[in-house]
T-cell receptor
Framework: AQSVTQPDIHITVSEGASLELRCNYS??????LFWYVQSPGQGLQLLLK??????LVQGIKGFEAEFKRSQSSFNLRKPSVHWSDAAEYFC???????????FGQGTELSVKP | AAGVIQSPRHLIKEKRETATLKCYPI?????VYWYQQGPGQDPQFLIS???????DKGSIPDRFSAQQFSDYHSELNMSSLELGDSALYFC?????????????FGPGTRLTVL
């Protein structure tokens, strides 16, 4: 079955510290992988995506993610967190050509001053 | 850049009433998706349309129906509303022709059923 697991429900980091949000997926075909961010009561904003090629992808707001096929993982990283990064982060997997997205449960990020 | 537009942004209905949610995709996008996000939940796929034809169906209740029109906008019709239908409903759009396969989400419609 296709699924996405985000093991951490809630993470708290200090402002300026590094961040890594974990994402593991189970998908039969070659996956398309995404990270979205959602502020409270808001829509989903695309941070970055992986389709093929270089396994380290850069996104907006200084985020990056690394695709590791052997570990079925697509972890999101940021070297220095800002207070404005506090939000809910969703990892998602989909097929190409208009396939639905399957989301993980989300990781809520809190940032301490 | 133009984004996905959803209307209304907020909607309050009574049980057993009907609701219609509208979605206007990004220009040149040919595929529309609907997702439902309950409180504290991840978004769940409901249904999608490509070139005005239903392309995939998820856990959409029989009380719900949707369609995509000739101008590519889509409407989600919800009847006999239940308390459990209270959620944030997202529309997303993408373009197969542009080969981006990336779904861009609208701001959502928050439906509250009383």
């Amino acid at each position: 079955a296709q699924s996405v697991t985000q093991p951490d429900i809630h993470i708290t980091v200090s402002e300026g510290a590094s961040l890594e949000l974990r994402c593991n997926y189970s998908y039969g075909a070659t996956p398309y992988l995404f990270w979205y961010v959602q502020s409270p009561g808001q829509g989903l904003q695309l941070l970055l995506k992986y389709f093929s090629g270089d396994t380290l992808v850069q996104g907006i707001k200084g985020f990056e993610a690394e695709f590791k096929r052997s570990q079925s993982s697509f972890n999101l990283r940021k070297p220095s967190v800002h207070w404005s990064d506090a939000a809910e982060y969703f990892c998602a997997v989909g097929a190409r050509q208009g396939g639905k997205l399957i989301f993980g449960q989300g990781t809520e990020l809190s940032v301490k001053p | 850049a133009a984004g996905v537009i959803q209307s209304p942004r907020h909607l309050i209905k009574e049980k057993r009433e009907t609701a219609t949610l509208k979605c206007y995709p990004i220009p040149r996008h040919d595929t529309v998706y609907w997702y439902q996000q309950g409180p504290g939940q991840d978004p769940q796929f409901l249904i999608s349309f490509y070139e005005k034809m239903q392309s995939d169906k998820g856990s959409i209740p029989d009380r719900f129906s949707a369609q995509q029109f000739s101008d590519y906008h889509s409407e989600l019709n919800m009847s006999s509303l239940e308390l459990g239908d209270s959620a944030l409903y997202f529309c997303a759009s993408s373009s197969r022709d542009l080969s981006t396969d990336t779904q861009y989400f609208g701001p959502g419609t928050r439906l509250t059923v009383l």
